[in-house]
């Protein structure tokens, strides 16, 4: 069974930074482009940024120099790290392998 578990959101002033973690199992991690999304209320899912399987990155444009992605392929783990978070960065935030398999979300957000 495979499981993407997201966390290390939660609330946090403009300008701060947060590092969400996406755990997974029951899948070959190395094998899988790995994705975020968020979706802000009322707002279609959109596109974050993703890593490749040889750690190649892209970003959104809304959010490139600020966020980072990474992985560990040893912990079948990828991160967010989100740096000059601005109150328009409030979101549920979803990892996914390959857009295929979903996390269920962690709320980010940014409020002063």
């Known amino acids: 069974q495979v499981q993407l578990v997201e966390s290390g959101g939660g609330l946090v002033q403009p300008g701060g930074s947060l590092r969400l973690s996406c755990a997974t199992s029951?899948?070959?991690?190395?094998?899988?482009?790995m994705m975020w999304y968020r979706q802000a209320p009322g707002n279609r899912r959109e596109w974050v940024g993703q890593?490749?399987?040889?750690?190649?990155?892209n970003y959104a444009a809304s959010v490139k120099g600020r966020f980072t992605i990474s992985r560990d392929n040893a912990k079948n783990t990828v991160y967010l790290q989100m740096d000059s978070l601005k109150p328009e960065d409030t979101a549920v935030y979803f990892c996914?392998?390959?857009?295929?398999?979903w996390g269920q979300g962690t709320q980010v957000t940014v409020s002063s």
């Open positions: 996914s392998a390959n857009a295929r398999y």
């Open positions: 029951g899948l070959d991690f190395g094998n899988y482009v």
């Open positions: 890593i490749t399987t040889i750690g190649n990155t």
